[in-house]
């Protein structure tokens, strides 16, 4: 068992890589909640800051 997950990538990541994961995914939840929250509530603000969250959770992810 150990063999297959040792090729997976995400075991091979360095330490800041995974602290950025880490950081990133909830950022994308939180994000995609107030998106969806502001578009049920027509808030523009709430989609507004629910977007520049999603962007900032891919940028995570991307680095």
Known sequence: MNKL???LPH???SPDAQVQHQLAVPLLVLGGL???SG??????TMVAVGIIGVAAALGL???
């Open 11 to 13: 075991w091979n990541r």
């Open 34 to 36: 107030l998106v969806a």
């Open 5 to 7: 997950m040792h090729h």
């Open 61 to 63: 992810e991307r680095q």
């Open 39 to 44: 578009v049920i509530g027509a808030s523009f």
